[in-house]
């Protein structure tokens, strides 16, 4: 019997996510399904949801819930990371903070300021499910959720000998919505409200559509893109004259004029890691014009999930149970099934067979295509990239490097050095400024960095 360990499985909607994908697969019915979170609270919610599920969908399964982090590893076969360490109020420090500084962050979940300091809360606690899992469940597939996802899974490779792959749907989402910018699939929209945030995690790209991709967690570019085998990037570089697409996304758009490939990050998101549109206030404006608060957007998502949830653990709603944006089910199914499919994954770059992106440095996380069958992961060298796309992705994988240094040997210094090669913290600020930030970012977040104790 297959199990499948989730970490931090009180994050109800996330998991409800996965599971509702995971159900759909014949070949996973039976599935031993453990759900662990830290909170007992949150967890016997997402108990009580996913029996609901699995009574709806007639699905054979094994659920049990658990507070110990050890007993839920025990015999896991894939173990998911889905941690938040405290949840959005250090998420809103990690915004809040850096305004006051003049960095204006969209996300802040990946790089920056708010990047960093959620790798430091992260990272600990993600090596200590590690280390468990070396004696627990020492052949199983660390799946990590949590971002900011290449330093988790840099940091979990340099780490464990625990085989991990980190996954995001952004290259799916964003592929799909660059067919429908193309008119070849369905327009998919920003997700601006909680609607239409829950249906994006249905999109996918249309089936006449061959595409390889290439680079680094939030910054992979579109190498190739065929429709019924006809080549679209001459259709992609001329979309920059299309005003219905340059107003929805003007931050690619200048990034393909400029650099020539189009960047999977969604327009909003890709502004945290370049230096070229966040230098002030008016800047942010003109070139994201449709701005919202991600924050606030967080927070009706989970209300009006809540309100879903409540209206299903009722009985008066009836739950999705069909594949989704979410690789981690379509990975333990081909595993399980033995079909081969293709997925977007983070690995290291550095292979048996040699480097995964040639032009990128060999101890970082690339992603790229990875096959997926009943022998396990086989990620696809792609061979080099044009050298101005490598070069903006080693302005992040540099400040990637340190971040994970810091976290590895409790070494702040490394976190502050990371902060000053920020790209867009480094456009606006000055050292005595970053140095000024940092300082008062980490003494608001003592709590959830009890590594840092004596300093």
Known sequence: MTQ???????????????????????????????????????????YQLIRKMAEQANIRVRLSMTTNRRQALSGADFVINAIQVGGLEPWRLDMQIPAKYGVIQEVGDTMGPGGIFRALRHIPPMLAILRDMEEACPEALFINYANPLAPLTWAAKDYSTIQSIGLCYGVRYTTAQL??????????????????WQRLMYQDVPSHIDYEFAG????????????????????????????????????????????????????????????????????????LPQRWNLLALEEKVHAAGEAE????????????????????????????????IRIN???????????LIDNLPENCVVEVPIWVDSKGLHPQQMGRLPMQCASLIKTNTVVQELIVEAALTNDLDAARYALALDPVTATVCTLEQIDAMFKEMFAAQRQWLPQFAKM
């Open 345 to 355: 994954g983070n690995v290291p770059n550095r292979q048996a067979e040699g480097l």
């Open 216 to 287: 680094i967690n939030h910054m992979t570019w579109i190498t190739k893109m065929t429709a019924n085998g006809k080549d679209l990037q001459p259709q992609i570089r001329d979309m920059v004259n299309d005003p219905k697409v340059y107003a929805a996304d003007g931050v690619r758009c200048e990034v393909l004029k400029f650099f020539g490939l189009w960047c999977t990050e969604n327009h909003w998101h890709c502004s945290d890691y370049l230096p070229y549109f966040r230098k002030n206030e008016e800047m942010i404006n003109h070139f």
């Open 4 to 46: 499948i360990t989730i970490i931090g499985a009180g994050s109800v909607m996330f998991t409800r996510q996965i599971t509702s994908a995971l159900f759909s697969y014949p070949a996973l019915n039976g599935i031993d399904l453990v759900l662990m979170d830290i909170d007992p609270e949150v967890l016997k919610r997402s």
């Open 179 to 196: 067919a429908g910018y193309l008119g070849e699939g369905d327009w998919v929209d920003h997700p601006s409200t909680p609607e239409r």
């Open 309 to 340: 949830i409540d209206a299903q653990l009722a009985g008066v709603q009836k739950f999705v149970i069909e594949p989704n944006m979410l690789n981690a089910p379509k990975l333990i199914n081909a595993t399980v099934s033995g079909e081969r």
